[in-house]
Every structure is written in structure tokens, then in C-alpha cells.
């Protein structure tokens, strides 16, 4: 599965951003897609997962600010991202599991700065 990830860029505080992570495959037939974010200095961590029957987990620091959506027909999920804080700033990575591997997408980075 190849993963092409877009979207991400400056925004202030306050601001909104969405990212899109487009797959080489049907998404219907990925386990779990997900989006990470690795700031500087730390480990990668997990933003939100959304499994193929539409299950979401979210991490508790971007609950009711962040919105994962897939479009099926363009292979396509979406991560919008609301009331951005520059603790946000950080290098988000698509990712897609199928049949226990795991597949990355390149980074994009979001800066969340006045």
C-alpha cells in the first residue's frame, strides 16, 4: 500500500488545517488507517485510527478538535483539525494497516505559530 499524504502547512492558533492521506488501494480493504504526529524531539505518537467498519479512537489531546473522515471512491481519508495550539506543531504521518503490516506515508508538516 502506498500512501500519499498532503495538506499540512502554517496556520495560527486558533486556526484549522486539513490533511488529506490518498491510498494506492481500495480503503475498504485496509484493516486501519490512521494519522500519527511526531514533534520534535518526541516519539511518534497516535493522532486518531479509523478502522474499515468506521471505528475512531482518538488520542485525549485532540478529542473534539480533530475529525477523521474517509471518502471511499477517491481511496481517500481526511483529517480535519480545529482550534489548532502550537502543541499541535508537529510532522504528521498517514498509515495504513492490512493484514498485520504496517504501511507509512511521507510526513507533512503542520506549524501551528503566530
Known amino acids: 500500500v502506498q500512501l500519499q499524504a498532503s495538506g499540512g502547512g502554517l496556520v495560527q492558533p486558533g486556526g484549522s488545517l486539513r490533511l488529506s492521506c490518498t491510498a494506492s488501494?481500495?480503503?475498504?480493504?485496509?484493516?486501519?488507517m490512521g494519522w500519527y504526529r511526531q514533534a520534535q524531539g518526541k516519539q511518534r505518537e497516535l493522532v486518531v485510527s479509523?478502522?474499515?467498519?468506521?471505528?475512531?479512537h482518538y488520542a485525549d489531546s485532540v478529542k473534539g478538535r480533530f475529525t477523521i473522515s474517509r471518502d471511499s471512491a477517491k481511496n481517500t481519508v481526511y483529517l480535519q483539525m480545529y482550534s489548532l495550539k502550537p502543541e499541535d506543531t508537529a510532522v504528521y504521518y498517514c498509515?495504513?494497516?492490512?493484514?498485520?503490516?504496517?504501511?507509512w506515508g511521507q510526513g507533512t508538516l503542520v506549524t501551528v505559530s503566530s
Open positions: 479509523i478502522t474499515s467498519g468506521g471505528t475512531t
Open positions: 498509515n495504513a494497516l492490512r493484514s498485520a503490516v504496517s504501511y
Open positions: 488501494e481500495r480503503i475498504f480493504r485496509i484493516n486501519v
